[in-house]
């Protein structure tokens, strides 16, 4: 892998820009994917968050979804926020009936997760593989992440109901996945872990 990698970001739908801004800022060159030609010429890509039930029907109708997963079964690295994340899971519960995803990391997410009083909060979370200091997390609408297959290594997670709590980072070989979006906080230790995965650092 070259010292510059090419980086791409889903451009279907959510907050394409703000990720553009963070990975070139790491010394990544970026494209907008919106074509499985643009697809076939990045390193990784990053699936941004946004609606993951508009993303999923726009993917098949640019004729994404098919090479997405190609890509994805041949080993390309991708990084997936929020909605990102439910489009990388293998199960997904809450989803509407037509809802397909990329899949790819075994793991049942649950849309929406967090609940209606809970829209949208801040909090810090321990994300393994990035050092000490927690990482000041933005949710959404967010995901969590229900449950694991076995080689799913588990990143990070927030306070829950029981004494585990609920799985919000996770990363499986080159995939990985966040329910909060570090592109819109100005810590860039989460997209320099995926950067480093795309350059082929493990
Ligand atoms: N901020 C987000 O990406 C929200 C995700 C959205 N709730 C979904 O289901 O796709």
């Known amino acids: 892998m070259t010292a510059r990698p090419t980086i791409g ?15 070139e800022t790491l010394g990544a060159d970026t494209v907008k994917v919106l074509s499985a030609d643009r697809l076939d010429s990045v390193d990784g890509l990053v699936i941004p968050g946004g609606e993951s039930t508009t993303m999923s029907k726009l993917a098949v109708r640019y004729d994404l979804m098919e090479p997405l997963r190609k890509r994805v079964a ?5 990084y997936g926020t929020c909605a990102g994340m439910i489009m990388l899971a293998d199960r997904v519960l809450g989803g509407t009936a037509d809802q397909e995803t990329v899949g790819g990391i075994d793991m049942t ?3 929406n997760a967090f609940g209606r009083q809970t829209e949208s909060f801040e909090t810090g ?15 959404i609408r967010a995901p969590w992440v229900e449950s694991v297959g076995p080689q799913v290594r588990v990143l ?19 995939l990985m996945a966040t329910s909060f979006h570090p592109e819109l906080t100005g810590d860039t230790r989460i997209h320099r872990l995926f ?3 795309v350059k082929g650092h493990p």
């Open 74 to 78: 041949n080993g390309m690295p991708v």
């Open 156 to 174: 990070g997670r927030v306070p829950g109901t029981d004494e585990a709590g609920r799985i919000v980072a996770v990363r499986q070989g080159g």
């Open 195 to 197: 950067v480093d995965i």
């Open 9 to 23: 970001v889903l451009a279907l739908q959510g907050d394409v820009a703000e990720h553009v801004h963070v990975l």
């Open 109 to 111: 997410v649950r849309r």
């Open 125 to 139: 979370v321990y994300i393994d593989g990035i050092g000490e200091d927690p990482f000041d997390a933005v949710f």
